[in-house]
């Protein structure tokens, strides 16, 4: 059973950038491919990034790419979502989730959630 962690949203302006921390435990790490979702009220979970194990492969979402970056530290059981030029349309809480399998789109591929961490970007 994995364990997910999220750590890191908080308020900020327009333009400003934040950084997500997702950190693992009861599982190997490195054996899990990783994403972010988000989700705001009244709508479904929305696909933001992925990091695939192995080659760290990553995808993103068409309204984030150029803007935020995922990554992973196996070391550090971790998995990050640096967010820049951050605008109000990001605004959601945001999930961490893994995948025992491969990188999928959809959500309900994931075998385990975090708690999630709400981001709200004022304009």
């Given at each position: 059973q994995?364990q997910l962690?999220?750590?890191g949203?908080?308020?900020v ?8 921390s ?31 194990r192995?080659?760290?492969?990553t ?9 935020f970056?995922?990554s992973?530290?196996?070391?550090k ?7 820049n030029?951050?605008?109000?349309e ?11 399998e ?6 309900r591929?994931y ?8 981001v709200?970007?004022?304009?």
């Amino acid at each position: 059973q994995v364990q997910l962690v999220e750590s890191g949203g908080g308020l900020v302006q327009a333009g400003d950038s934040l950084r997500l921390s997702c950190a693992a435990s009861g599982r190997t790490f490195s054996s899990l491919a990783m994403a972010w979702f988000r989700q705001v009220p009244g709508k479904e979970r929305e696909f933001v990034a992925a990091i695939s194990r192995g080659l760290m492969v990553t995808y993103y979402a068409d309204s984030v790419k150029g803007r935020f970056t995922i990554s992973r530290d196996n070391a550090k059981n971790t998995v990050y979502l640096q967010m820049n030029t951050l605008k109000p349309e990001d605004t959601a809480v945001y999930f961490c989730a893994s995948s025992s399998e491969k990188v999928f789109i959809q959500a309900r591929f994931y075998d385990a959630w975090g708690q999630g961490t709400q981001v709200t970007v004022a304009s």
